[in-house]
Nanobody, 125 residues
C-alpha cells in the first residue's frame, strides 16, 4: 500500500525558509519520479517541482524557480523540498506525489498519482 507522509510545514514570515519532507513506503521509491504539488486557498492543484529517479533531472514551475530545491535520498525513501525566499503567494497545502509509472519522468499533474495528506505552509507578509 502506497504511503506518502509529508512534514515540515508551518508559519513563516516572507523571506524565510522551510524544508518539507516526504517519507515514502509501500512501493519501490527508487523506481519512481517524484514531485511536489500544492493547493493554495481557493485555487486548483498546482505542480511545483519534479525529480527523476536518480536525481539527474529536476524541473521547477516558473513561480518557484531559483527559490525552491527538490531533492531525494533513495536509501532513505525520502523526498525533500527546500523553500527559500518564501512569499505570501507560496501559502498552500503542499503534497508529495508518486510518479504514475516506473522510470517515467514528467512535470504535469497527470504524470503523478498518489498524494500524501499534505502539510500546510503559511507565509505571512
Amino acid at each position: 500500500q502506497v504511503q506518502l507522509v509529508e512534514s515540515g510545514g508551518g508559519l513563516v514570515q516572507a523571506g524565510g525558509s522551510l524544508k518539507l519532507s516526504c517519507a515514502a513506503s509501500g512501493f519501490t521509491f527508487s523506481s519512481y519520479a517524484m514531485s511536489w504539488v500544492r493547493r493554495a486557498p481557493g485555487k486548483d492543484l498546482e505542480w511545483v517541482s519534479s525529480i527523476s529517479t536518480r536525481s539527474l533531472i529536476t524541473t521547477y514551475a516558473d513561480s518557484v524557480k531559483g527559490r525552491f530545491t527538490i531533492s531525494r535520498d533513495n536509501a532513505k525513501n525520502t523526498l525533500w523540498l527546500q523553500m527559500n525566499s518564501l512569499k505570501p503567494e507560496d501559502t498552500a497545502v503542499y503534497y508529495c506525489a508518486k510518479g504514475r509509472a516506473p522510470f517515467k519522468y514528467g512535470y504535469n499533474l497527470q504524470d503523478y498519482d498518489y498524494w500524501g495528506q499534505g502539510t500546510q505552509v503559511t507565509v505571512s507578509s
